[in-house]
């Protein structure tokens, strides 16, 4: 077996003929000469260019800049819905697209892609403005909310030399996206929405109108009258944030579809008011006829809850139409109920009543004697028919609305008290409704009255409310004395249905229970009708509802003549307030006719009551009272 192989001693790597690492060859050293000379040729063109941009073209660049640059522009929020007490929309919005075309741009566009590819762009400009006004008209039809869109019109609107143009701004969202994508570089679309009344006119002296702010790219919606003014804040929501690509140097022209969303907006919160959309309707066009057959100025209604003083229904002769309210009159977007002061005349005697059984001067069968006129100061006082000096039941001096009488027991509570009653009654200041636009009325206050004043507040004269502050009044005594604060908005909801109820205001007591009682049967008597004895009517017969104790107060003021600026012999406040039923106090009403004249219905606003509360009933089911009004004896 052979042994083990062994290898010879190794030989030194011989170096003869290697190439030292380095030295570079001939190829190498040429491709780095090519590479230097591409490079100081690069160099030596970014720099001619630089020059050119900085300095020669720096103007012309700039300009194009300008022409062209990334804008951010709000995203509108959806606006919030306005709800009555069940639910129901009075107003809310729907989303539509604004379709606009850069006319200019749209030129320049098409001719330079013409040129570039006649076979692909064919046609001039006014041919591809046609093919564009034809698809839409096609599309969305002759008219779109009453504008037009029918293919004439909006080539005409294409081929203008103008900057910036609507083509519809209600467009359905559907048949926006259609045209969109057929036209991509022509047409833009633009997120609106659009406010719905869908019950018109009713409540718009309430709920008021909203329009677009125009001058805003985008557009948004604000409110411009009533509620929808009032709440602005808390409907519109927030607005969202999104980056566009603009022309001209002007951050309102943006180009089409580049448009690239950053935040989204957050909708605004909707409102549920107190009032009933069915009693809201009902009274608003039973208030709108009696006016005009009382031949009154104006006349308002107000439907309050006496439990609770929300606002069931404010109803006024005169509305308008919230989708085109530009035509509206002064007068009829006035909210009358809240709006307008006036005198009340006799239905302010509650007070007087209130304070004398208050204050333990008079229970409801005393006696008083009752002359046919009194002296207050540098004043004679008289009553609205003449009669010798007569025996009155406490009860008949307001069921026949005795001035005489009232101010006889006016005397007894003093002005100290009376005045101090008429704070309790909320007289004098806004009841914070959060109706907009309240007026807060006018009571002169106790060291500014002179030997007269204590002669005409207690009759209704010298002082005025509105009728919303009237009704209060009513209610108050409905409640058993304490009067609820009235109010129309019962709660905010937001997304997804989250509900915030607003906080009830707290009640005042104005008198005590007892005496509330007492004077709601008292002031029954005014409804009495006696067909064997005219003396034992009371003055709002017309206002009584079979079935149901109503308990209630009729008022006729002067008027002041502005030629004499003394009181009107010809021209009156006719107003009405009460309570159904008297017995167990659901509702009160108050009425109030500004000047009505020459009719069998100028006289008194009790029939009017005598509708809406019998409308009540109905639509709200109210029991019947459990007997009758007992008859009581007025003048004895």
Same mark, same amino acid.
């Given at each position: 077996?052979?042994?083990?192989?062994?290898?010879?001693?190794?030989?030194?790597?011989?170096?003869?003929?290697?190439?030292?690492?380095?030295?570079?060859?001939?190829?190498?050293?040429?491709?780095?000469?090519?590479?230097?000379?591409?490079?100081?040729?690069?160099?030596?063109?970014?720099?001619?260019?630089?020059?050119?941009?900085?300095?020669?073209?720096?103007?012309?660049?700039?300009?194009?800049?300008?022409?062209?640059?990334?804008?951010?522009?709000?995203?509108?929020?959806?606006?919030?819905?306005?709800?009555?007490?069940?639910?129901?929309?009075?107003?809310?919005?729907?989303?539509?697209?604004?379709?606009?075309?850069?006319?200019?741009?749209?030129?320049?566009?098409?001719?330079?892609?013409?040129?570039?590819?006649?076979?692909?762009?064919?046609?001039?400009?006014?041919?591809?403005?046609?093919?564009?006004?034809?698809?839409?008209?096609?599309?969305?039809?002759?008219?779109?909310?009453?504008?037009?869109?029918?293919e004439e019109s909006i080539y005409q609107q294409l081929v203008q030399?103008?900057?910036?143009?609507?083509?519809?701004?209600?467009?359905?969202?559907?048949?926006?996206?259609?045209?969109?994508?057929?036209?991509?570089?022509?047409?833009?679309?633009?997120?609106?929405?659009?406010?719905?009344?869908?019950?018109?006119?009713?409540?718009?002296?309430?709920?008021?109108?909203?329009?677009?702010?125009?001058?805003?790219?985008?557009?948004?919606?604000?409110?411009?009258?009533?509620?929808?003014?009032?709440?602005?804040?808390?409907?519109?929501?927030?607005?969202?944030?999104?980056?566009?690509?603009?022309?001209?140097?002007?951050?309102?022209?943006?180009?089409?579809?580049?448009?690239?969303?950053?935040?989204?907006?957050?909708?605004?919160?909707?409102?549920?008011?107190?009032?009933?959309?069915?009693?809201?309707?009902?009274?608003?066009?039973?208030?709108?006829?009696?006016?005009?057959?009382?031949?009154?100025?104006?006349?308002?209604?107000?439907?309050?809850?006496s439990r609770t003083g929300e606002i069931v229904a404010m109803a006024?002769?005169?509305?308008?139409?919230?989708?085109?309210?530009?035509?509206?009159?002064?007068?009829?977007?006035?909210?009358?109920?809240?709006?307008?002061?006036?005198?009340?005349?006799?239905?302010?005697?509650?007070?007087?009543?209130?304070?004398?059984?208050?204050?333990?001067?008079?229970?409801?069968?005393?006696?008083?004697?009752?002359?046919?006129?009194?002296?207050?100061?540098?004043?004679?006082?008289?009553?609205?028919?003449?009669?010798?000096?007569?025996?009155?039941?406490?009860?008949?001096?307001?069921?026949?609305?005795?001035?005489?009488?009232?101010?006889?027991? !006016?005397?007894?509570?003093?002005?100290?008290?009376?005045?101090?009653?008429?704070?309790?009654?909320?007289l004098g200041r806004r009841t914070q409704s959060g109706v907009p636009?309240?007026?807060?009325?006018?009571?002169?206050?106790?060291?500014?009255?002179?030997?007269?004043?204590?002669?005409?507040?207690?009759?209704?004269?010298?002082?005025?409310?509105?009728?919303?502050?009237?009704?209060?009044?009513?209610? !108050?005594? !409905?409640?058993?004395?304490?009067?609820?604060?009235?109010?129309?908005?019962?709660?905010?909801?937001?997304?997804?249905?989250?509900?915030?109820?607003?906080?009830?205001?707290?009640?005042?007591?104005?008198?005590?229970?007892?005496?509330?009682?007492?004077?709601?049967?008292?002031?029954?008597?005014?409804?009495?009708?006696?067909?064997?004895?005219?003396?034992?009517?009371?003055?709002?017969?017309?206002?009584?509802?079979?079935?149901?104790?109503? !308990?209630?107060?009729?008022?006729?003021?002067?008027?002041?003549?502005?030629?004499?600026?003394?009181?009107?012999?010809?021209?009156?406040?006719?107003?009405?307030?009460?309570?159904?039923?008297?017995?167990?106090?659901?509702?009160?009403?108050?009425?109030?006719?500004?000047?009505?004249?020459?009719?069998?219905?100028?006289?008194?606003?009790?029939?009017?009551?005598?509708?809406?509360?019998?409308?009540?009933?109905?639509?709200?089911?109210?029991?019947?009272?459990?007997?009758?009004?007992?008859?009581?004896?007025?003048?004895?």
């Open positions: 077996m052979p042994g083990p192989q062994t290898r010879g001693p190794r030989r030194p790597l011989s170096v003869r003929g290697s190439r030292p690492a380095t030295r570079l060859g001939g190829n190498s050293r040429v491709r780095i000469a090519v590479g230097r000379v591409l490079l100081i040729g690069a160099l030596l063109i970014a720099g001619v260019k630089l020059v050119q941009v900085q300095g020669i073209q720096a103007a012309e660049l700039s300009q194009q800049a300008q022409k062209q640059r990334t804008t951010p522009i709000d995203i509108p929020a959806e606006r919030g819905s306005i709800l009555d007490r069940n639910g129901n929309q009075l107003a809310f919005s729907i989303e539509v697209r604004a379709l606009y075309v850069l006319p200019q741009r749209a030129r320049k566009t098409w001719d330079e892609a013409h040129a570039k590819d006649a076979k692909k762009y064919p046609g001039t400009y006014e041919d591809h403005a046609r093919e564009i006004a034809k698809f839409m008209s096609a599309t969305l039809g002759p008219e779109v909310n009453g504008e037009k869109t029918d030399d103008i900057t910036y143009e609507v083509l519809a701004r209600e467009a359905e969202p559907a048949k926006a996206a259609k045209i969109v994508e057929k036209f991509p570089a022509d047409i833009g679309s633009e997120y609106r929405s659009k406010r719905i009344y869908p019950n018109g006119d009713v409540a718009s002296n309430i709920i008021g109108a909203a329009n677009w702010r125009e001058g805003e790219k985008p557009p948004t919606v604000q409110g411009i009258l009533g509620l929808e003014n009032a709440q602005d804040n808390v409907l519109a929501g927030r607005t969202g944030r999104r980056v566009v690509d603009t022309m001209s140097g002007d951050d309102t022209l943006v180009i089409p579809n580049t448009e690239k969303e950053l935040v989204k907006p957050q909708p605004g919160r909707s409102l549920e008011l107190t009032i009933d959309i069915d009693t809201q309707y009902a009274v608003q066009r039973m208030v709108s006829d009696y006016t005009k057959k009382s031949g009154a100025k104006n006349g308002s209604a107000v439907v309050l809850d006024n002769d005169k509305t308008y139409d919230p989708t085109d309210f530009g035509k509206a009159t002064e007068d009829q977007k006035r909210n009358t109920a809240v709006a307008y002061s006036f005198e009340p005349g006799s239905v302010n005697k509650i007070v007087t009543a209130a304070a004398a059984v208050e204050y333990g001067l008079h229970k409801p069968d005393d006696v008083l004697q009752v002359p046919g006129s009194i002296k207050v100061a540098d004043r004679t006082i008289r009553d609205a028919w003449n009669h010798p000096t007569v025996p009155m039941s406490f009860t008949g001096v307001f069921a026949k609305s005795s001035n005489v009488g009232t101010l006889l027991a !006016a005397q007894e509570v003093g002005q100290e008290r009376y005045a101090e009653m008429l704070q309790k009654f909320g636009a309240e007026e807060a009325g006018q009571v002169p206050p106790l060291n500014q009255w002179s030997g007269s004043t204590f002669g005409n507040l207690p009759i209704g004269q010298g002082l005025s409310m509105t009728l919303l502050q009237m009704t209060g009044m009513y209610q !108050a005594i !409905a409640n058993d004395g304490v009067r609820i604060p009235p109010r129309l908005i019962r709660a905010e909801i937001g997304e997804e249905g989250a509900r915030s109820e607003k906080q009830r205001p707290d009640g005042v007591r104005v008198v005590s229970a007892e005496t509330a009682k007492t004077v709601r049967d008292m002031f029954r008597s005014v409804t009495q009708s006696d067909p064997r004895d005219a003396n034992q009517n009371g003055t709002g017969k017309q206002a009584a509802v079979p079935g149901y104790q109503v !308990a209630g107060k009729t008022g006729t003021a002067q008027q002041i003549d502005q030629n004499c600026k003394c009181y009107s012999q010809s021209q009156y406040w006719i107003t009405f307030a009460g309570i159904l039923p008297a017995d167990n106090p659901r509702y009160v009403v108050g009425i109030m006719l500004d000047a009505p004249t020459g009719t069998q219905f100028s006289s008194s606003a009790a029939p009017l009551f005598h509708d809406i509360a019998t409308f009540l009933t109905q639509r709200f089911q109210v029991p019947m009272s459990a007997e009758q009004t007992p008859f009581v004896q007025l003048q004895m």
